[in-house]
Structures are given as structure tokens and as C-alpha cells.
């Protein structure tokens, strides 16, 4: 591919080599820890588990794939609801879990093929059941940015919702005045202005960093050491659906990093590898107390931008990050950011997470104007935003985004009137 600065296996010299590999690390910095930070798990395991999960990605795809695994946003909610109902140990074996879906589909498609999974998930039921991640945690965004807990109770804050107003507008001027790695890093940016702005404001509290020490071993959550390892049908059922989300996701990075470095990565290594290995990264998240993974869009636009391709670069910032885990004093200052300044982010992220699922209509040319396309959309979005529920039993149930993925692709099947667009067809 012209143009290009480094193949996928090139080695930069030593001292690109660093500055290169920082550059991806911070690229995927922000929107990794912020994970952690809603749903109640470590920033230092999301990072480490995010730097062991990238190196088996790349061993797993033969060092073909220049992609970096970073926390899942998708998994937000059925983390936050495994959490609530069985605690915290229930969202990391429902993470292992989407991980054995990964394994099975991945095996399927190393039997059979790729294309019964484009069918299954073509972009009229993808993009409603994007947008529905993004829509139904806007009101978590909100409360966050807005209130602070006095006495167990939310109150409106203005100074509080002051700093994610600066947060948000920090993050904004990066994605339209700045071009760049910057325009790439709203999120990293935003946080640190915020943060910034929070020690001005008062609304910090640096006790817990001062007495933080410079080296941590990361906190682990170890299945029958730390929680009993209980599987129960309502856990599966809130985290396994969501699946159906991720794995569309990795198809359409798979599709555009390809196009960036002139590959065909559906075919070589094939999407049976690069499935596999997201799996695998989740796997061993999941078994040390990690949230769940995904190739990153921040880390395909660094490398659309610098035009370094090196999995060699990627494979350096994973260990930067695996090293950055064990930093203390860095830790101790990612949980003293306010509330208020991961709400900020936050109305802008989920924003664009919604938004996405509105572009992928646009670029594939949804037509409304049919009856099908016009009923499935719509049935997603209520049933996921309304968070409706089908309850079995005291023990088993499908709620929200994980119902909403399950009807849209019933609903796929069943309605007359099928046309055969997929995932890979973007018109003109």
C-alpha cells in the first residue's frame, strides 16, 4: 500500500519504537479505564488484562493483525445487572462465558465459513441494537455529570456539573479544532482538562494518592478463591446475548483496519483467528477480574493517521500498558476522577456510540420506507431503551440490550421480505 511509513512486520528503531507505542497506549488510555470505572472493577486489571489479551490476539492471528483489545463499552449494563444480582464474580463468569461463544462461533466459521454469521447479522439489526447501547445509558451519563450522593441520596450539583461541562467541552474542541493523534484522544483529553479543572473547583480528594504506593501488584478476582464460581440461567442470559453485538463489531474493525493496511484479514488469517483471539483476551480478562475486550477504533484511526502498521508498535503498547498497571500512584490518581468528570465523557461517548448505530443505517442505505426494516428497528429500540423483561422464573430471566439482540435477529429470520445486504455491503 503506498504511502505507508511501516508494514505490519517492520520493526521501527528503538527510539520510534517507544515514542510510537506510547502514542497507542494513550489512544486507547481513556475509554479503557473509564470501563472499570462504571461498573464498579479495577482500572489497574483493565489495563493489565488489556495489554495480555492484545499479545495473545496478535500471537493467536500469526502477527498479521495490528489491533489493540481494550474494554468493551457493550457490556456496561449486563455487567452492571450481573453485578447487582449476583455481584461482581457473576459479571467476570458471565465475561468467561461470552468468551466460550467467541470459541464456538469462531470454530463454526473455521468449519463452515463467514458468511451464515453475515446473514444472521446484517446491519438492520446491528445498528438499532448499537444504538440502544449507546441510548440506554444516557441516563447514567446524566447522573453522573449532575448529582452527587449525599446521605445515600442523588443531589443536584452545579459545581459538580460545571467540571463535566468543561470535561465535555474539552473533549468536543479536540474532535473539531484539532487534527491528528489529538482529534483521537477526546477522551484521555477530556478527562485530564476535567480533572484539571476539579482541583481548581475543590471537588478533589489527593489523600488516597499520597498514600498509595509507587509499585501495586494489581487487584485480582480468582473464581473460587475471591467468589464461588455459580452459573445461573438469568446470568447467562444477560451477558451471552451481547455477543451478538461484540461479534458484529469485531467484524466491522476486522473489515476497516483490512482496508487501512490493505489486507484481507476476513480471509487471512480469517475471522476464525481474529475471533478466537478476542475470545481468548476475554477469557483470561474474566478469569483475573477484567471486563471484557474489543478491538479498538482509537487504536485503527492512530494507525490510519500515522500510517505505522508494525504489530511490533501495538505489541509495545501493550506492555506499556501491563507495566503502567503496577504503578500505584497512577491508579490512585485514575480513583480520585470525579464522578462528574466521567459523566461528562460519558454524555459524549454513549453519544457516539448511539450515533454510530444511526450511521451504519445511513451508510448502508436502510430503506424505512419497507414495513420490515421499519418494524425490527423499531421493536429494538423500545424493548432495549425500555429495558423490558421476560421472566421465567424467580432464577431466570432476558432483559434490555441482551432481549433486544435476541428479538432483532428472531425477527431477522422470520419476516418475509429478507433482502441479502450484510455487514461488508456499504453502498455509494
Not at 485514575?334 to 461517548?349: E, K, N, Q, Y
Request: glycine share 10%; net charge neutral.
Amino acid at each position: 500500500m503506498e504511502g505507508k511509513v511501516l508494514d505490519v512486520h517492520e520493526k521501527p528503531t528503538a527510539g520510534k519504537w517507544l515514542t510510537l507505542s506510547m502514542q497507542h497506549m494513550f489512544a486507547m488510555f481513556g475509554a479503557t479505564i473509564l470501563v472499570p470505572q462504571l461498573v464498579g472493577l479495577s482500572p489497574a486489571i483493565a489495563l493489565l488484562t488489556s495489554g495480555i489479551a492484545t499479545i495473545i490476539f496478535i500471537i493467536v492471528t500469526r502477527f498479521q493483525v495490528p489491533a489493540y483489545l481494550g474494554s468493551s463499552f457493550a457490556f456496561i449494563i449486563p455487567i452492571q445487572i450481573a453485578t447487582v444480582s449476583g455481584g461482581v464474580g457473576s459479571a467476570m463468569i458471565g465475561s468467561m462465558f461470552v468468551a466460550l461463544v467467541y470459541a464456538i462461533v469462531s470454530l463454526i466459521i473455521w468449519k463452515t465459513g463467514y458468511e451464515w454469521i453475515m446473514k444472521i447479522l446484517p446491519p438492520i439489526v446491528v445498528a438499532p441494537v448499537i444504538m440502544v447501547i449507546g441510548l440506554a445509558l444516557a441516563p447514567t451519563a446524566v447522573g453522573m455529570a449532575s448529582t452527587i450522593q449525599v446521605e445515600g441520596e442523588s443531589v443536584y450539583s452545579l459545581l459538580h456539573f460545571s467540571a463535566a461541562l468543561v470535561t465535555l467541552v474539552s473533549a468536543i474542541i479536540c474532535i473539531m479544532f484539532f487534527r491528528g493523534v489529538v482529534s483521537l484522544m477526546p477522551i484521555l483529553i477530556g478527562i485530564v482538562v476535567g480533572y484539571i479543572y476539579s482541583s481548581f473547583i475543590g471537588i478533589l480528594d489527593f489523600t488516597a494518592v499520597k498514600e498509595a504506593k509507587w509499585f501495586v501488584f494489581p487487584e485480582m478476582l480468582i473464581p473460587g478463591v475471591d467468589y464461588e464460581f455459580v452459573v445461573t440461567p438469568t446470568l447467562l442470559a444477560v451477558m451471552v446475548p451481547i455477543a451478538i453485538v461484540t461479534i458484529s463489531e469485531h467484524i466491522g474493525h476486522q473489515l476497516v483496519l483490512g482496508r487501512i493496511v490493505d489486507r484481507d484479514y476476513i480471509q487471512n488469517p480469517g475471522l476464525n483467528r481474529s475471533l478466537l483471539g478476542d475470545g481468548i483476551g476475554t477469557l483470561i480478562s474474566g478469569l483475573v477480574g477484567g471486563p471484557p475486550k474489543t478491538t479498538y477504533g482509537e487504536n485503527i484511526g492512530v494507525l490510519a493517521i500515522t500510517r505505522v502498521y508494525s504489530v511490533y508498535v501495538i505489541l509495545g503498547a501493550a506492555v506499556f500498558a501491563i507495566i503502567f498497571s503496577f504503578f500505584g500512584k497512577v491508579m490512585a490518581i485514575i480513583a480520585t476522577i470525579p464522578t462528574a468528570v466521567l459523566g461528562g465523557i460519558s454524555i459524549l461517548l454513549f453519544g457516539i456510540i448511539a450515533s454510530s448505530g444511526l450511521r451504519m443505517f445511513v451508510d448502508h442505505n436502510i430503506d424505512f420506507g419497507k414495513q420490515r426494516n421499519l418494524v425490527i428497528a423499531s421493536v429494538i429500540l423500545v424493548i432495549g431503551i425500555g429495558g423490558a423483561t421476560i421472566k421465567f422464573s424467580d432464577t431466570f430471566s432476558i432483559e434490555g440490550m441482551a432481549l433486544a439482540a435476541i428479538v432483532g435477529v428472531l425477527l431477522n429470520l422470520l419476516l418475509p421480505g429478507k433482502d441479502e445486504q450484510k455487514l461488508t455491503d456499504v453502498k455509494d
